[in-house]
């Protein structure tokens, strides 16, 4: 037995269990939660959906990202720096933030432009093409592994690790951790082997590279330090890209009025990126943990208690986004949380920005009608993530 598949929604996420959900189209769940005074889980795990005590919520100092003994995606201690807070949170993102701004990555556009157009390339004369495999997948973890400097050979160990800890098989709960740790190990092993390797050498041009020599208070970084943040970068530069890819593509692949707008003005394809983040979250929560007791616009949230905060919820609030249920490539102002908030806010935003404009772009500049193939259908899965599991499309083949 595996572990839930699309078509399901596992009770980590409280929407599922409310009559509005659909699987497909979960936003109007989403909604019905932001207009909630006090969600909360059966259990009583309180939940914060409204985007305006969110961000109140994720200032406080007294919310933490972990309780310090449980970490998740199969890593073994804390991933730096998503799972530590305060002064040691920031000193890591001080040396990180600067890697990941805009001028930083826009070096990058040629390079993921150029790997686009190899994936099509792959599947344009064919008429066809199943494309969470042949481009959601595969694109984001080529770009990551141009960043780190490694051999392109190795994509299938990434594709592989990236899928047994956000989806780890199982029968129980409990087999699911196991192989989600088992793979966190074999990641860990991985990252050190290429550490010793590159020790060995000159330190390259690429962020293992950068990671080798860079210093933190004074302090070159260490090997656990290098392999912690690294893991980290792999599994957040490889399956938010992916999915929200494929959340992207399929709601073009079935709106084609707006579809034609963006290819015959690829220039509002930046804007749409933005929307589809926020109407799509295609990471739709996460959880923080209280250390004192503190109230947050009207609430009280215990000391030691863990919330669970619904990014998804957030982004379709009608306080924040007026007709939240319409996806709009002209909305002007849009704050929206696809990309978490707080302190821990995506790190490398500005980078998956870039994936998925030039991504989009490439995409409808090669392949500017398709639809979703007949007989078939998009199949979404809302397990940890949003995505698009099955994406198949037919086109016409000039």
């Given at each position: 037995m595996s572990s839930p598949q699309a078509g399901t929604m596992p009770v980590f996420c409280v929407a599922h269990m409310l009559e509005s959900w659909d699987e497909r189209h979960p936003q109007a769940a989403f909604v019905e939660l932001s207009g909630q005074d006090a969600p909360a889980r059966p259990d009583g795990t309180p939940v914060v959906a409204r985007r305006e005590e969110m961000i109140e919520f994720l200032r406080h100092p007294a919310v933490r990202a972990t309780d310090g003994v449980h970490y998740n995606m199969g890593a073994q201690r804390p991933l730096i720096p998503l799972d530590l807070d305060g002064e040691t949170h920031r000193k890591y993102r001080r040396l990180l933030d600067p890697l990941f701004t805009p001028?930083?990555?826009?070096?990058?556009?040629?390079?993921?432009?150029?790997?686009?157009?190899?994936?099509?390339?792959?599947?344009?004369?064919a008429g066809e093409a199943e494309l969470m495999f042949g481009l959601c997948a595969t694109l984001p973890t080529h770009i990551f592994i141009d960043l780190l400097g490694l051999p392109l050979e190795d994509l299938p160990i990434f594709l592989e690790f990236k899928e047994s800890v956000v989806r780890p098989q199982g029968a129980t709960v409990e087999e699911q951790q196991a192989n989600?740790?088992?793979?966190?190990?074999?990641?860990?092993?991985?990252l050190a082997d290429v550490l010793a390797q590159r020790r060995a050498e000159e330190a390259g041009d690429d962020l293992i590279g950068g990671f080798l020599t860079a210093e933190v208070e004074g302090a070159r970084l260490t090997d656990t330090e290098i392999v912690d943040i690294c893991y980290l970068l792999v599994i957040a530069g490889l399956d938010t890209v992916t999915c929200s890819l494929s959340c992207m593509l399929a709601w073009f692949a079935e709106h084609p009025e707006e579809r034609r707008r963006?290819?015959?003005?690829?220039?509002?394809?930046?804007?749409?990126?933005?929307?589809?983040?926020?109407?799509?979250?295609?990471?739709?929560?996460?959880?923080?943990w209280v250390t004192e007791d503190i109230e947050v616009a009207g609430r009280r949230f215990a000391a030691g208690t863990m919330v669970e905060v619904l990014w998804a919820a957030a982004n379709v609030d009608p306080a924040a986004f007026p007709d939240p249920l319409a996806v709009d490539l002209d909305r002007a102002r849009n704050p929206h949380v696809g990309f978490a908030a707080g302190p821990h806010r995506c790190l490398g935003s500005n980078l998956a920005?870039?994936?998925?404009?030039?991504?989009?772009?490439?995409?409808?500049?090669?392949?500017?009608?398709y639809e979703i193939t007949p007989g078939q259908e998009v199949v979404y899965t809302n397990y940890g993530v949003r995505a698009a599991v099955h994406l198949p499309i037919t086109f016409p083949v000039s």
């Open positions: 001028k930083q990555v826009a070096r990058l556009e040629s390079k993921i432009r150029a790997r686009t157009n190899a994936l099509i390339d792959a599947f344009a004369d989600s740790r088992a793979a966190g190990q074999r990641m860990y092993d991985y963006v290819v015959s003005q690829p220039e509002l394809l930046a804007r749409a990126v933005e929307e589809l983040m926020r109407f799509e979250s295609p990471v739709p929560l996460a959880h923080r920005r870039l994936e998925l404009r030039v991504a989009l772009e490439e995409f409808h500049r090669r392949i500017p009608e």
